[in-house]
Structures are given as C-alpha cells and as structure tokens.
C-alpha cells in the first residue's frame, strides 16, 4: 500500500502552490501550517534546495471526529501534502494517505473515518 498519492502539473511552482490550496479548500480543508523546506535548509545548515513547500492541510470537522474517536491521532495531524518543483517546469503535488498513517493505530472506526479524509484529499489532487 502506498502511503502517498500524487500528480504531476506542468506549471511554475507559484501556480501549483495557488492551485493545490485552492483544490485543497474546495474540498473542505485549510491550510494551517506550511513549511517553506527551501529557505529553512537555507537558513539553518546553508544548504540550496529545490522548492519544497509542506502544507498542513486540516478539515476541521473531520480532524474533530477522529479526535473525538481517537484522543492521539492529533500526532498525525494535519494532513501533509508537499509542493515540490521537479524542474523542466514540472511541480509534483503529492499528499499523505491518511488510512495508510492510520493503519498504525489498529482502530477500525478510525480507519473510517480516515476513508472520508482520503477520498477528499483524493479529489483535491485529481482535479488538479
């Protein structure tokens, strides 16, 4: 099993960035966290690195039911999705299979409940 799923876009990673957080809101999420990989690798160790964005995407309702089944799935929130540039003009947008991360805990209401976050988070990046 795969614990991530992914599309390519043929854009600038600006727009790929702009289109993912907009799919990601249609589908119910926000973005509550974003992590730019890039400039931290810069900043603390000197290091250049391909643009690389971390978005912490979040659907509260959902992120409140599974807290309500499950009090330390809050371990495994948000939902991570990357925005990576591949250069040649190709930006991969790729997002965590929460059923896959939640298979850890062994808890079959979870595990449902996870389905739902996946099929939203499933749409998002295919529609991109």
Known sequence: MSYYFATTLETNFESALRRATEALKLQGFGIITQIDVRETFKN?????????????????QLAHEALQIEDKVGTMLPCNV??????????EIAAIDPVASMMAIGNPTLKLAAEQVRERLKRAIESL
């Open 82 to 91: 990357v925005v990576q540039d591949l250069g040649s003009g190709k930006v």
């Open 44 to 60: 603390k160790i000197g290091v250049d690195f391909r643009d690389y964005r971390i978005l912490g995407a979040c659907n509260p």
